[in-house]
């Protein structure tokens, strides 16, 4: 329902200090960038540091700018407390994928630019 991306990717522990600084690293790797829209988005948790981040790229932060994210942070915190993991990221992405609906729309010649796999890291 949207040319926006979402992509999920878990790993066991974060390799940085602060999961916003790996999950730049990872937006990069996977090459969250090259979407025609910049409308991609990141859900990157590291499972045993109960640690998490949320990225979206220049075109989507324009549109709805740090209020939406910190909201999608505190939901998913808020899960992850109660260790309710699954159910935080599908919140999460359900909320993010409404968003990117509104914003940017399916339209027929839409490709699926990103893979819609969930990625697992180390």
Not at 47 to 54: E, P
Not at 63 to 83: D, E, L, P, Y
Not at 106 to 117: A, H, V
Request: with cysteine.
């Amino acid at each position: 329902m949207t040319s926006g991306e979402i992509r999920v990717f878990v790993e066991h522990r974060c390799s940085f200090v602060d999961a916003m600084d790996r999950a730049f690293e990872v937006f990069t790797k996977l090459q969250m960038h090259r979407t025609k829209y910049r409308n991609g988005v990141l859900v990157y948790v590291a499972i045993r540091d109960r640690q998490f981040a949320i990225l979206g790229d220049e075109g989507i932060n324009l549109k709805t700018g740090a209020h939406f994210w910190n909201a999608q942070a505190a939901v998913m915190r808020s899960h992850f407390s109660a260790n309710r993991f699954v159910e935080g990221i599908s919140e999460c992405t359900r909320s993010i994928g409404e968003v990117l609906q509104q914003y940017f729309p399916y339209e027929s010649d839409d490709e699926n630019e990103l893979p819609d796999d969930i990625v697992f890291g180390r």
